[in-house]
């Protein structure tokens, strides 16, 4: 049974930073590219970030570009999104994801098959 656990979220300043966390298990991690994604109020679930499963590949949305970071440790089977410079506007339940194994993912939920449960981010202004 696959599971993807997220933490780290919390309340923190505008300007603040975070690092969002997701254990993986129940899959072969290093086979798998990981990707985040977070969904405001009232909002579609949007695509934050991915990496490949080869770890050489990293793609961003516009709106985090420069500010966030995604990275991952195959062996703690852990992928981490850092937020730097928060906005009001990255205020989102923070979800990371993983597609089947060998998969090169873009920004769709629809690639994806394994979801985490989201954790909670709420940047004050």
């Known amino acids: 049974q696959v599971q993807l656990v997220e933490s780290g979220g919390g309340l923190v300043q505008a300007g603040g930073s975070l690092r969002l966390s997701c254990a993986a298990s129940?899959?072969?991690?290093?086979?798998?590219?990981m990707g985040w994604f977070r969904q405001a109020p009232g909002k579609e679930r949007e695509f934050v970030s991915a990496?490949?499963?080869?770890?050489?590949?990293?793609t961003y949305a516009d709106s985090v570009k420069g500010r966030f970071a995604i990275s991952r440790d195959n062996a703690k089977r852990v992928v981490y999104l850092q937020l730097n410079s928060l906005k009001p506007e990255d205020t989102a339940v923070y979800y990371c994801?993983?597609?089947?194994?060998?998969?090169?993912?873009?920004?769709?939920?629809?690639?994806?098959?394994?979801w985490g449960q989201g954790t909670q981010v709420t940047v004050s202004s």
């Open positions: 990496m490949s499963w080869s770890g050489d590949r990293t």
């Open positions: 994801a993983a597609p089947g194994p060998y998969s090169d993912t873009g920004p769709s939920t629809r690639e994806y098959i394994y």
């Open positions: 129940g899959l072969t991690f290093s086979k798998h590219s």
